[in-house]
């Protein structure tokens, strides 16, 4: 299980950059290694399609916006879902490492491995 977290490195709009750095901030205080995906650089175009075609927008939006939750390849949620699911304690669920008992290796960005143990 790899968490991928798709963000925009570039973004001008504020809200945004606030909400990616809210969900790795999480993320980090959980212990739970993620691999963070800047659809912006050069070279991540088929990441960025990738996020759009597997993402849900939200309301009015022509293409989801990040940050864009993946567990692999699965498609966890957007900032408002995981926001909910940490409110509620259900961010394992959300992130789908619900499995008792089992451990989950997972990969950061800078390629190190840890393990989400569920409890």
């Given at each position: 299980m790899v968490i991928r977290v798709y963000i925009s490195g570039i973004s001008g709009n504020k809200e945004?950059?606030?909400?990616?750095?809210?969900?790795?901030?999480?993320l980090e205080s959980k212990n739970i290694p993620c691999e963070i995906i800047d659809i912006t650089e050069p070279g991540k175009e088929s990441d960025k399609e990738f996020m759009q075609q597997n993402s849900k927008p939200r309301g009015d939006q022509k293409h989801p916006l990040p940050p864009q939750?993946?567990?692999?390849?699965?498609y966890c949620g957007d900032y408002d879902d995981f926001d909910m699911a940490n409110e509620v304690s259900e961010l394992e669920?959300?992130?789908?490492?619900?499995?008792?008992?089992?451990?989950?290796?997972?990969?950061?960005?800078?390629g190190s491995v840890g393990v989400l143990a569920n409890a």
């Open positions: 945004v950059k606030k909400r990616q750095q809210r969900v790795l901030m999480i939750i993946f567990n692999d390849e699965e669920i959300f992130l789908k490492a619900e499995s008792r008992g089992t451990s989950h290796p997972i990969v950061s960005k800078d």
